[in-house]
């Protein structure tokens, strides 16, 4: 595994992190599920967020919701760690597919609020901002 360093310009301080995969190997990096018994594969750039209630799980996308057999710790594994970040003990969502995050809430780019649990609230900041900064989408 090799180290990404960054410096941080307000506090003077080096973050290592492990460096990110290459982006092309991410774009096409295949997630695939189980969906009315039948198997099906997407490209991890189509799923908005994964949610979880009542002991089921949902892929959301721009087309709408997949119900999927699965459970959010094991779907969680699978997905690339520089793309997706866990925000609450319901949602994993995709940090290319963020429109806003104010405080607690995070808007999708497709209008949905999701709310970040405060036991994950500071990973998530922490997260979402070297995502903003190794994308350039941070001002």
Not at 59 to 84: D, M, S, T
């Amino acid at each position: 595994m090799s180290i990404a360093f960054l410096i941080d310009d307000k506090t003077d301080l080096i973050v290592l992190y492990p460096k990110i995969r290459s982006m092309v190997n991410l774009e096409k990096m295949k997630y695939s599920a189980i969906f009315n018994g039948k198997f099906f594969a997407l490209t991890i750039r189509e799923i908005y967020y994964l949610e979880s209630y009542d002991r089921k799980a949902s892929l959301v996308l721009k087309e709408g919701r997949i119900r999927i057999k699965a459970r959010l710790n094991e779907e969680e594994r699978k997905l690339p760690k520089e793309w997706f970040v866990r925000i609450s003990r319901h949602n994993i969502i995709n940090m290319h597919h963020v429109r806003s995050v104010n405080d607690e809430k995070v808007e999708i780019i497709n209008g949905d609020i999701l709310y970040v649990s405060h036991n994950r609230k500071k990973m998530f900041q922490k997260e979402y901002r070297l995502f903003l900064e190794f994308y350039n989408r941070l001002v």
